[in-house]
């Protein structure tokens, strides 16, 4: 079982910049793929980044250039650095981990991002 629990959410400027943590427990953090996810209301929740284990990274085109994702396999610890942030970046922002090894995935409870004009 792995277990993960988000920070850093709050209320910033369209413009402005926030940095996502997402601290897990549980389980070896290195062998976790990482991702961070997000839901607007009334949408889906769509992916907005992935970080591998070999520190690949992958990101949505809405996000790209503005947003990074990293990783601190030493203090299991995965984080979303976003930047130039836009109003339609609100929304309420998740981190999964995903374990090959048993093919689960694994959420965390979210933390709300609202970017104001």
């Known amino acids: 079982q792995v277990q993960l629990v988000e920070s850093g959410g709050g209320v910033v400027q369209a413009g402005g910049s926030l940095r996502l943590s997402c601290a897990a427990s549980?389980?070896?953090?290195?062998?976790?793929?990482m991702s961070w996810f997000r839901q607007a209301p009334g949408k889906q929740r769509e992916l907005v980044a992935t970080?591998?284990?070999?520190?690949?990274?992958n990101y949505a085109d809405s996000v790209k250039g503005r947003f990074t994702i990293s990783r601190d396999n030493a203090k299991n610890t995965v984080y979303l650095q976003m930047n130039s942030l836009k109003v339609e970046d609100t929304a309420v922002y998740y981190c999964?981990?995903?374990?090959?090894?048993?093919?689960?995935?694994?959420w965390g409870q979210g933390t709300q991002v609202t970017v104001s004009a």
């Open positions: 549980g389980s070896i953090f290195s062998i976790l793929v």
């Open positions: 999964k981990a995903w374990r090959s090894a048993t093919r689960s995935d694994y």
């Open positions: 970080i591998g284990t070999g520190f690949t990274t």
